[in-house]
C-alpha cells in the first residue's frame, strides 16, 4: 500500500497516513531512490516484506525528484549490468511508444531517446521515471508485500550492542510518527541518513593522501570538503512571448560571483564559460534554445540546449509540442558556498535557499543577459516549466546530491583499483581494453569516468579516465554494524572514487544487491557479513545473483 501523505500525490492511489502505527517487516529500506527502488525489487522478489520510506511524493532519486536524466557508460544497451535495469531502461521506451504522439522513425526506433539529449541515450522527463518504476512495484505494493511511506523522513532509531532494532519515521506534512522494526535495515538515502542516528561509523567528505595513498587525494582531510549540490529545472522556448520570472533576490550577488577554487575557476559564474573538466582551461559553449542548432556559431562544441534535453520535438508529432524542453543542470547552477550534510538546521536552510537563488539567477541571466548570435542578449522566451518538476517554485524536489556520508565498511574502494593510469601501472598494458581490479567478492559491475565536480572544499574539476570496475561486497559492509546495508553513494568508497560510484546504473546496481543480500542472508539467517567471510556463503549469494541476472563480471 502507498501512503502519499499530501493530497494530489504523483505516485500511485490516495490513502490517509496511518497515526502512530507500527510495521513489522523483514526489511527496511530507508530512501526510494534508484537504489532503494532496486533494493524493494530485489529483496520482495526473494520473499522479504518490505517497508520502505521517501522523503519527497516522487519515487526516483536521481531521475525524478532530483530531476537528473541517467548518465550512463557507452556499453549500456548491451550490458545494462542487472536484467531489472534492462527492464527499467525499456519499460522508459515503452511508455513513450505507447502513451505519446511519436513520429513513425521514432517509433520504429529500438533505441528512442525522447528527448535525444548528449548526456544520456535514454533522456526523459522525470514523471515518466516515476510512473515505470510505480509500475515496476505495483505487484508488491498491491499484494502487501511491499509498503512505501511517501514524504517520510527517519528521525530516530533504537540501537542494541552492534545492531539496530527499529526507526521513528516522520511523515513532513502531517508530523505523525511511525516504528518501524526490521531484521535488516537498508540505507538507500541520499545522505547517509541512517548512518549518525544508527551510531554507524561513517566518513564525510574528504580522505586525507596519507589514509588512501591515492594521487588525487589532498594533503589533508577535510570533511567540510564535499562535492556541489545543484538544484535542477527545466524549461523549454517560445519564440515571441516573454517569460522572464522576477528578477531573484540574491542576483546581484550571483552575478557577480567567480567562484574560489584551485585551480582558479574561468571568470564569472553566470557565463557560458567554465572550467573544461579534463585539462581546467576556460572553455565557452553556446546556447541556442528550441534545438535551433543552424543558427549556433561554426564551432564543434556541444550547444548547451541539447546538453541534457528531456523532449526534443522532432521525435513528435507536428504541433505536440511548441517547443523541445530541456534541464538545467550545468556546472554555471553548481552550488559550491557550502554543505547540507552535518550542519546545524539553520545552516543547511541558508544553503538550500542560497542554492535555489543560484538556479533561478542563472535562468534569470539567460532571459535578459545571456549573449545571442545575433548580438543581443538574452532569451526572454525561456519558460520555468513547474509542471515538468512538479514544484510551486520550478526547481527540483530535491537537491542533486553527488556525495553522500559513507560508510567506513570491511573493503574501501580506492582510486588506485579503477583509474586507467593507475591500472596501467599494475598491467602494463597501453592498448587494450583494461579492467579494474578485480574483486573475489563482486556483486555487481558498472563504469563511468571518475568525475568529482567542484566541491565545497575549494577543489576545481577533477575529472580522469577510469576502466570497468565491480563492486565488492566488502564495500556494502559496515565495520561494525551488524543489520544495516548501504544501498546507493553511500558504501564503502573515498571522496575520490565516488566519483565513478555514484551515478544511475551503479546504484542501481548497489542497490539490487544490497536487498538481494538483505533477504538471502535473512532466509540463511546469519549477519551480511558472514556471507563475504565465508568462501561456501559467498559462493552460493553470487550464484543467485547471477540467476536473478545480475553481472558480475564484465565481458568485453
Known sequence: MVYPGVAGAATGPQSTMPIGQEFKVDVVIVGAGLGGCAAALAACRQGANVVMTEPTDWIG???????????????????????????????????????YPLISQARANKYLNPGNGAVSRICHEPRVSVAVLQSM?????????????????????????????????????????????????????????????TGTEYVLGAESRDETGEPHAPDSADPANIQALTYCF????????????????????????????????????????????????PKTLPFIPCGREEAAPVTEDLNLWLYRRIIHRGNF????????????????NDYMLGNITDVSEEERKKHIYQSKQLSLSLLYWLQTEAPRP????????????????????????FPYIRESRRIKAEF??????????????????????ILAEPFPDTVGIGYYHLDLHPSTGGDNYIDTASVPFQI????????????????CKNI????????????????????????????????RKIVPRKIRRDNKELSEFQDLLIKTGVDLHWKL
Open 472 to 487: 565488492p561486497l566488502g564495500a556494502l559492509i559496515p565495520q561494525r554494524v551488524e543489520n544495516l546495508i548501504p544501498a
Open 61 to 99: 532519486g536521481q531521475v525524478s525528484q532530483q530531476g537528473v536524466p541517467p548518465d550512463e557508460h557507452q556499453w549500456i544497451e548491451e550490458v545494462p549490468g542487472t536484467h531489472s535495469y534492462g527492464r527499467y531502461r525499456s519499460m522508459i521506451r515503452e511508455y513513450y511508444w505507447r502513451h
Open 492 to 523: 564503502g568508497t573515498t571522496h575520490i572514487s565516488n566519483g565513478c560510484y555514484r551515478l544511475h546504473p551503479v546504484e542501481w546496481s548497489i542497490g539490487e544487491a544490497a536487498g538481494t543480500l538483505a533477504a538471502h542472508s535473512l532466509a
Open 137 to 197: 512495484l505495483a505487484p508488491m505494493l498491491s499484494s502487501g508485500q511491499l509498503t512505501l511511506l511517501l514524504n517520510t523522513i527517519p528521525v530516530s532509531a533504537e540501537t542494541s550492542g552492534d545492531r539496530v532494532l527499529s526507526l521513528r519515521v516522520e511523515n513532513v506534512t502531517s508530523q505523525q510518527l511511525i516504528e518501524l522494526q526490521g531484521d535488516i535495515f537498508i540505507d538507500a538515502s541520499e545522505e547517509g541518513d541512517l548512518l549518525p542516528i
Open 317 to 332: 508529432e507536428a504541433g505536440a509540442y511548441k517547443s523541445d524542453i530541456t534541464l538545467i543542470n550545468w556546472p554555471q
Open 234 to 281: 527545466a524549461i523549454d522556448h517560445l519564440v515571441g512571448e516573454d517569460h522572464t520570472i522576477d528578477r531573484p533576490e540574491m542576483y546581484d550577488f550571483w552575478k557577480s560571483h567567480t567562484p574560489k577554487l584551485e585551480p582558479p575557476w574561468s571568470g564569472p559564474l553566470l557565463s557560458l564559460a567554465y572550467s573544461y573538466p579534463r585539462n581546467l582551461v
Open 412 to 433: 574501501t574502494i580506492l582510486e588506485q583499483h579503477l583509474t586507467l593510469e593507475e591500472r596501467r601501472k599494475v598491467t602494463g598494458e597501453t592498448d587494450k581494453q
Open 374 to 397: 545575433d548580438g543581443g542578449q538574452g532569451w526572454q522566451g525561456l519558460r520555468l516549466r513547474k509542471d515538468i518538476m512538479g514544484t510551486e517554485d520550478g526547481l527540483a524536489k
